[in-house]
């Protein structure tokens, strides 16, 4: 007659050789069992019973990797066998057997250990369900989401609701890629840490003990508002930007060489510290005389931003149909608006076109050209 058979086969050493697990019976009462768990951390427990119940005789901690009781397994390994994590009975030392007072201790050690998770488990949950009912009060601009983090759509709704109440003039590119990512792209305004600070509240996953993966870890923000696995951020840095500060870095950059090596990461380094507002705009850079409390003597430098007052912004003078007419400088003015139909009037009478206008894509003229334009668009 056949009888099926399971046979467990398992790595041993470094030897690279699988070998076959034999099951263990029943482990002598009051004998030693060692487990090791995250980064070989060693943890001593001892046999309770004959069922191989095992009680830690170690300190309990929150953090351990393994709890106060445990039940050794059959096909866990002997300790002349350690190889990786788990439980290993002491067969090295197999004579061993621990106190019965002290066994006795333990357990009375792990039951209070357990009450106490217990209780802390009961605090957590009563405080995650305040938090939980407050969320949409703090934040009112945030639609909370009944069908959790499956509600992709509004999820994304929501990171572009946040972006736009906390960073007011700021264009923010929100997209999803795949399942699992939200990408956030802008051009110069705020930082990244000051973007992330935000957008970070929607990550439901953190990293898990190894680094190498993000294990599922939503708070009680994603309850309500939705989560994803992954949201990374992209500020870009405009030609506007560039065409100012690159020259001067590189003049810097021969004069007073920082750590990097170019003086494009010279320049790189200054746009990513430095808050570009809206009604700001970047004149050059300048020196911070700080030297952050290093012992030498080399000048720091930081992005040299104008902020733009209200009566410095570009005034709309006239107006014909969708057209206007601003004045742009105290030397300059600029047509904006639907000009495709007279592009080549405004080109011929000596404007030129610039789509990086503050107020909005144009032609550029000498404000004495005001006459010729006004003839132009019939004003």
């Given at each position: 007659?056949k009888?099926?058979?399971?046979?467990?086969?398992?790595?041993f050493?470094?030897?690279?050789?699988?070998?076959e697990?034999?099951?263990i019976?029943?482990?002598?009462i009051?004998?030693?069992?060692?487990?090791?768990?995250?980064?070989?951390?060693?943890?001593v427990?001892?046999?309770?019973?004959d069922n191989?119940?095992?009680?830690?005789?170690?300190?309990?901690?929150?953090?351990?990797?393994?709890?106060?009781f445990?039940?050794?397994?059959?096909?866990?390994?002997?300790?002349s066998?350690?190889?990786?994590?788990?439980?290993?009975?002491?067969?090295?030392?197999s004579d061993?057997?621990?106190?019965k007072?002290?066994?006795?201790?333990?357990?009375?050690?792990?039951?209070?250990f357990?009450?106490?998770?217990?209780?802390?488990?009961?605090?957590?949950?009563?405080n995650?369900?305040n938090?939980?009912?407050?969320?949409?009060?703090?934040?009112?601009?945030?639609?909370?989401?009944?069908?959790?983090?499956?509600?992709?759509?509004q999820?994304?709704?929501?990171?572009?609701?946040?972006?736009?109440?906390?960073?007011?003039?700021?264009?923010?590119?929100?997209?999803?890629?795949h399942?699992?990512?939200?990408?956030?792209?802008?051009?110069?305004?705020?930082?990244?840490?000051?973007?992330?600070?935000?957008?970070?509240?929607?990550?439901?996953?953190?990293p898990?003990?190894?680094?190498?993966?993000?294990?599922?870890?939503?708070?009680?923000?994603?309850?309500v508002?939705?989560?994803?696995?992954?949201?990374?951020?992209?500020?870009?840095?405009?030609?506007?930007?560039?065409?100012?500060?690159?020259?001067i870095?590189?003049?810097?950059?021969?004069k007073?060489?920082?750590?990097?090596n170019s003086?494009?990461?010279?320049?790189y380094?200054?746009?990513?510290?430095?808050?570009?507002?809206i009604?700001?705009e970047?004149?050059?850079?300048?020196?911070?005389?700080?030297?952050?409390?290093?012992?030498d003597?080399?000048?720091?430098?930081?992005?040299?931003?104008?902020?733009i007052?209200?009566?410095e912004?570009?005034?709309?003078?006239?107006?014909?149909?969708d057209?206007?007419?601003?004045?742009?400088?105290?030397?300059?003015?600029?047509?904006i608006?639907?000009?495709?139909?007279?592009?080549d009037?405004?080109?011929?009478?000596?404007?030129?076109?610039?789509?990086?206008?503050?107020?909005g894509?144009?032609?550029?003229?000498p404000?004495?050209?005001?006459?010729?334009?006004?003839?132009?668009?019939?004003?």
């Amino acid at each position: 007659m056949k009888t099926n058979e399971t046979k467990v086969f398992s790595l041993f050493g470094n030897s690279g050789i699988m070998e076959e697990i034999k099951p263990i019976g029943n482990l002598p009462i009051y004998s030693r069992v060692i487990a090791y768990g995250f980064a070989m951390a060693e943890y001593v427990y001892a046999v309770i019973d004959d069922n191989n119940n095992l009680v830690k005789m170690s300190t309990n901690r929150e953090d351990d990797y393994f709890g106060a009781f445990h039940k050794f397994d059959k096909y866990d390994k002997l300790l002349s066998k350690k190889f990786g994590i788990g439980f290993y009975y002491d067969d090295i030392e197999s004579d061993f057997r621990f106190d019965k007072t002290a066994v006795i201790e333990a357990i009375d050690r792990g039951n209070e250990f357990e009450n106490y998770l217990k209780v802390k488990a009961e605090e957590k949950a009563e405080n995650d369900k305040n938090e939980i009912n407050s969320l949409p009060k703090l934040y009112p601009y945030l639609t909370p989401i009944k069908e959790g983090n499956k509600n992709k759509i509004q999820l994304m709704n929501n990171i572009r609701a946040i972006l736009k109440y906390n960073f007011k003039g700021v264009k923010f590119s929100v997209r999803r890629e795949h399942y699992s990512s939200c990408v956030i792209s802008w051009t110069d305004g705020p930082t990244v840490n000051d973007v992330e600070k935000y957008v970070n509240l929607f990550e439901d996953h953190s990293p898990d003990w190894s680094g190498d993966f993000s294990d599922y870890n939503p708070s009680n923000f994603n309850a309500v508002f939705g989560g994803i696995q992954f949201v990374s951020t992209n500020r870009n840095m405009s030609d506007k930007v560039e065409t100012l500060i690159y020259p001067i870095c590189k003049e810097l950059f021969k004069k007073d060489p920082f750590s990097c090596n170019s003086f494009e990461n010279f320049a790189y380094r200054l746009f990513v510290g430095c808050t570009i507002p809206i009604n700001g705009e970047v004149v050059g850079v300048k020196g911070t005389g700080e030297n952050h409390g290093l012992s030498d003597p080399r000048t720091f430098y930081c992005l040299d931003i104008k902020t733009i007052k209200e009566e410095e912004k570009p005034q709309i003078a006239e107006k014909c149909g969708d057209i206007q007419i601003v004045n742009y400088s105290e030397k300059a003015i600029a047509v904006i608006g639907n000009t495709k139909a007279i592009k080549d009037t405004l080109k011929a009478i000596g404007g030129r076109f610039n789509f990086r206008l503050s107020c909005g894509a144009g032609w550029i003229f000498p404000a004495t050209k005001l006459e010729s334009v006004r003839t132009a668009l019939n004003l």
